[in-house]
């Protein structure tokens, strides 16, 4: 048996079931399954939801993975023109035509750069026939350039295979391995003929930009690059939020093919996870996948831990459905994006803005309304339609009642009243423009007193102008709508996940590493372990007028004073114990000097200022 | 209430420990010694102060005759300190003080300070065994009934879960192993010499019965991706202390390989350095699936300070290199001849009459004086052994002589020569 290792041989295996479930969750105390097929779907819910998210997002992510991969595979392929034969010019071979070297030159993040290898091998097996035999070959930083040449070569070669040469990542490759493979391929009595039948696909993960700056003017002479995008970061995360968000903001999924065991019942439903996300858990996914390395295997880590902790605190929060209020928000919410929103007429297409739009409401609340007011977009908007003519108000309350009216019809009413008013306010300056010229054809002399009294009414009628006080009544209503519905998600409702991680007094579980705020704050932050004596060594320290190397004997008197209920042979071991533990988790270094007593502070504190 | 009784058995221990003593008569004279002690212990504080080291002195004696390994290195590291900074500023205060009142008090004030200044390591050990641990059972308790439940559920989920926070999270780990009895599962203490990842993987092919050796030429990163594929449908969680240790970090890119499929291995793991989560890059952090958990037990990590290089506490190499205990000069007395005795004595005494280098000549003269060796080759041949024992330091001075620098403490080396009955003249013991 190997020393500090212990070996336990057990039966089970542990893995996501009944057992395993029962006893992490506490059911309320008179809940009982009605039946075993309400219990069955519970578990099944369960693990779905925790394990199987990743699917979802597979399936959703997928169509723009297909789209883009389908793209590069059919450009690499095609058949080339008989005019780009003539483009090359070789020094190798200055009286013959070869041609040039076709190459895509493909912008994808790190983190998806297997993803695209193996979609793009994928294609390029659906796309071989018999006329046409393809046949990859991976160059990592790892591989040697004759390596390459020595597969290109093979003896089995047929004139009809199509050799494509994939890079894994540009930027790990050795300096000037792409220039020489470039040229030895051109070098090559052998290669050279086979240049027509002779692909190359580059990832590259910074920006296209470094490959041409990186890549020699003769080599580049040499190819036909062309640029792709392999995805579109915003596009991605936008699907990816779509999945988990409540199913109103797409219309129902079709049934996916690799779960095959869904309820056929729930397929009807628009989603199998009726919960939605809040505000700052859709902003901790925003900058997670942003602000990192936009991993998506992280944001489905993220949504499926919070979805355990779901589990975790409220077992029965499935029950907990808000159809009714959800299909409101969505409406409204599309109604203010088409009214006044950036790109109205785009609106079906880009889900971005409209996620983007949710978001700020969920993580900002109240704020987003006194923010949106001061927009520029929003005051164009509202200018277009309630200032001057009113025919676009007209035609704004026409569309607007038309798409409300199923979702509120008590303000509809209302409107209906106010849209009332103002065709009569309309109506009313007429009116009041006639008396005025009644007034002056009927009297020849006007003395000035009554002159003064005719401007004075005359002003007061412009002021209490009917018109422009229907259409602030118009504004008003209609934004009382907006602010009414699009508000943050109540928290009252159990259906919110990642509302808050769990934390106690004990342990906080989160998915990032906080490893420094942590340890600041159990030592200098939390009062529960203020008078740890490792606290108190950990503040005397920071405390101390010297801010890198204080002498062990300051130290220690300060922390003898400032030690509570202590003798001195107690305090002297707690002392030693607290620089002992310091210099294990890393705060404090001794001095390398053996004569000397000071000790070096590695660590000062980011989060916390430390007081005595 | 609890200090009387731990007082008292302080006082219990060396009357245990006297019929032991009985049967040696070479140590009477720290007995006799003893009893100078208790007649003078009204006189001042800095007396009972030497007292209570004379007892402590007394306790490691005993201890280390039991030939216990882990009071060797803890003695080890307290001569090491001792000799850093105790002798030194003793010296200089005898030579400056006089006898007013005022200088006698700055001197309890100083010398109080001045014991913070070295660690005494079997004070150290005595007060973390006897630290009441009264909370943290009932904290462990509460995760045991709370948390433990949910942590097994993370397991299955599919995520791996690592502790980090302020203290030992030890027995949080052997509480959790109850909880995995039914489980195939090991614990695995990364802090033991000798222990990485590679022999993590031969236990891990030894135990599991994979037949899954290691080829020649064969990576560890290729090794790890061949063992996961042997486990096939069997499964193993493994419960790791302190996976930052230094043999670990340059070894993670081949754990991730063998936790790459989350149903064969599942991992928990703890650490403990602040900025541990450096030691992975992004994408062994996605492939490992962490769920952070802070947990706060404020518990003094002994078997990690044990294996740690503690400066601050003299567990250094350097200083382990260079250091006594009474044990282990008794072991080097023994195996020396009279002559040699009275060169080891003669030596010292040089040495700390002068508090500089001997010279070789110097005490060649002065042993062939004393008739202990006659002529500078038999002198050089005990001095090597010496030297060996790292009891000197045998150097070249600047005028091309050679030059003799005692290791050893004053302090040890005068206790140890009185236990002997050789001690050093009278007039440097005061």
């Known amino acids: ?235 991605i995360f936008s699907k990816i939020i779509a999945t988990g968000c409540h199913a109103h903001f797409l219309p129902p999924r079709p049934p996916p093919k690799n779960i095959e065991e869904d309820d056929p019942a729930l397929l009807n ?54 159809d009714a209020e959800l299909q409101k928000y969505d409406r409204v919410l599309r109604v203010f994006l088409e009214e006044f929103g950036e790109n109205p007429a785009e609106i079906d297409e880009k889900l971005a803005e409209n996620l983007r739009c949710h978001v700020e409401i969920q993580s900002d609340g109240g704020d987003f309304w006194t923010k949106i ?31 409300i009216t199923p979702i509120d019809p008590k303000f509809c009413e209302k409107l209906e009243n106010l849209r009332e008013n103002l065709i009569s306010a309309e109506q009313n300056p007429e009116k009041s423009e006639i008396s005025p010229e009644k007034s002056i054809t009927t009297t020849q002399k006007m003395s000035f007193l009554e002159m003064q009294k005719q401007r004075r009414s005359a002003m007061t009628a412009k002021q209490q102008n009917p018109l422009r006080s229907a259409k602030s009544a118009i504004f008003s209503h209609v934004m009382n709508l907006f602010e009414t519905t699009l508000q943050p998600y109540p928290s009252t409702w159990r259906n919110v996940i990642g509302a808050n991680f769990w ?60 030690v509570q209920q202590m003798s001195r042979k107690s305090a002297k071991g707690a002392f030693f114990a607290a620089a002992g533990q310091l210099e294990h988790i890393g705060l404090i270094r001794g001095a390398v000097d053996k004569k000397s007593t000071n000790v070096h502070v590695l660590y000062h504190p980011i989060s916390f200022i430390p007081d005595i | 209430m609890p200090r009387p009784k731990i007082l008292k058995r302080a006082t219990v221990q060396p009357s245990a420990a006297v019929p032991v003593k009985k049967s040696t008569p070479e140590k009477e004279g720290s007995r006799q010694k003893k009893t100078n002690g208790k007649e003078n212990a009204s006189r001042n504080l800095q007396s009972n102060l030497e007292e209570d080291l004379e007892q402590l002195g007394f306790e490691d004696e005993t201890v280390s005759m039991a030939q216990s390994a882990i009071e060797n290195y803890f003695m080890q590291g307290k001569s090491a300190s001792e000799r850093m900074n105790n002798a030194k500023s003793r010296r200089g205060r005898r030579a400056g003080n006089g006898n007013t009142e005022e200088i006698e008090e700055d001197d309890e004030i100083s010398n109080a300070i001045t014991d913070f200044t070295k660690c005494d390591l079997p004070g150290l050990r005595n007060y973390i065994t006897k630290k009441d641990n009264t909370e943290f059972e ?86 790890a991706r061949s063992i996961r594929r042997k486990m096939n449908s069997q499964q193993l969680i493994l419960i790791i202390d302190n996976i930052e240790a230094p043999d670990w970090r340059s070894d993670q890119e081949a754990f991730c390989e063998l936790l790459e499929n989350r149903d064969s291995v599942k991992l928990i793991a703890t650490v403990d350095h602040i900025y541990s989560t450096f030691i992975w890059n992004s994408r062994q952090l996605s492939s490992l699936s962490f769920v952070h958990i802070t947990i706060n037990t404020f518990e003094i990590p002994l078997q990690e300070l044990m294996t740690g290089d503690s400066r601050l506490l003299g567990l250094d190499a350097r200083s382990n290199q260079s250091s006594h205990t009474m044990s282990s000069l008794d072991v080097f007395w023994k195996s020396l001849a009279v002559n040699s005795q009275k060169l080891f004595r003669l030596f010292f005494q040089m040495y700390f009459d002068t508090k500089k280098p001997v010279k070789f000549w110097d005490l060649f003269n002065a042993a062939k004086d004393d008739f202990i060796a006659s002529t500078d080759a038999a002198l050089r041949t005990q001095l090597v052994e010496f030297k060996d024992h790292r009891v000197l330091k045998w150097t070249r001075g600047d005028d091309g002589n050679d030059q003799l620098s005692g290791i050893v403490e004053l302090r040890l080396v005068t206790e140890f020569l009185e236990s002997k009955n050789m001690p050093l003249d009278e007039k440097k013991d005061e």
């Open chain 1, 1 to 235: 048996m190997t020393p500090g290792i212990t070996f336990h041989r057990g039966n089970k295996k542990l893995k996501l079931g009944k057992a395993e479930i029962n006893e992490a969750i506490e059911f309320p105390e008179d809940f009982e399954f009605c039946s075993m097929e309400q219990e069955r779907r519970f578990f099944k819910n369960f693990v779905d939801d925790v394990t199987r998210f990743d699917e979802k997002m597979a399936h959703t992510t997928a169509s723009i993975y297909d789209t883009a991969t389908n793209e590069i595979a059919t450009w690499i392929l095609k058949k080339p023109g008989k005019s780009s034969k003539t483009k090359g010019i070789s020094v190798f071979s200055p009286n013959e035509p070869i041609g040039t070297l076709k190459c895509a030159l493909v912008q994808c993040n790190f983190t998806d750069i297997s993803r695209l290898i193996g979609d793009f091998r994928q294609k390029l097996l659906e796309k071989s026939t018999e006329n046409l035999e393809v046949r990859d070959h991976l160059v990592t930083e790892n591989d040697a350039i004759h390596e390459i040449i020595d597969r290109i070569l093979e003896k089995n070669t047929s004139s009809t295979t199509c050799h494509v040469i994939i890079i894994r990542q540009f930027e790990s490759l050795r300096p000037n391995f792409f220039a020489s493979l470039v040229s030895l391929l051109f070098s090559n009595s052998t290669c050279r003929r086979l240049i027509p039948r002779i692909k190359l696909m580059t990832c590259v993960s910074t920006s296209p930009a470094f490959f041409t700056q990186n890549c020699g003017l003769e080599t580049a002479n040499l190819m036909d690059l062309t640029h792709f995008r392999f995805t579109k970061l915003d596009d």
């Open chain 2, 138 to 223: 009932k904290r462990l308790e509460h995760l045991a009934d709370n948390d433990f439940g949910k942590w097994k559920l993370y397991l299955a989920a599919g995520f791996n879960i690592l502790l980090h926070g302020v203290g030992s999270k030890r027995d949080v780990l052997t509480e959790f192993e109850n909880e995995l009895s039914d489980y195939t599962y090991m614990r695995v203490d990364a802090r033991k010499d000798g222990l990485n990842v590679k022999v993590l993987l031969g236990a891990i092919n030894e135990n599991m019965k994979l037949n899954c050796n290691v080829k020649r030429g064969q990576s560890t990163i290729s090794w």
């Open chain 1, 373 to 403: 007011r001061h927009e520029s977009i929003f005051q164009e908007r509202k200018s277009a339609i309630f200032d001057g003519n009113s025919t676009n108000l007209h035609s704004f309350l026409r569309r607007f009642l038309a798409k």
């Open chain 1, 503 to 562: 934390i106690d007094d004990v342990t906080k579980t989160s998915l990032d590493a906080s490893d420094e705020y942590d340890i600041e704050n159990a030592m200098l932050n939390a009062k529960k372990f203020e008078k740890m004596p490792i606290s108190v060594a950990w503040r005397c320290l920071l405390t101390h007028r010297n801010f890198k190397s204080v002498p062990m004997a300051e130290w220690a008197e300060l922390f003898l004073r400032n």
């Open chain 1, 269 to 322: 439903n628009f989603d199998c996870a009726p919960a939605v996300f809040s505000g700052p858990f859709m902003k901790y996914l925003k900058n997670r996948f942003f602000a990192c390395d936009y991993s998506i295997s992280a944001l489905s880590r993220a949504i499926q831990l919070a979805l355990l902790q779901k589990y975790l605190e409220d077992p029965l929060w499935r029950e907990d459905a808000h």
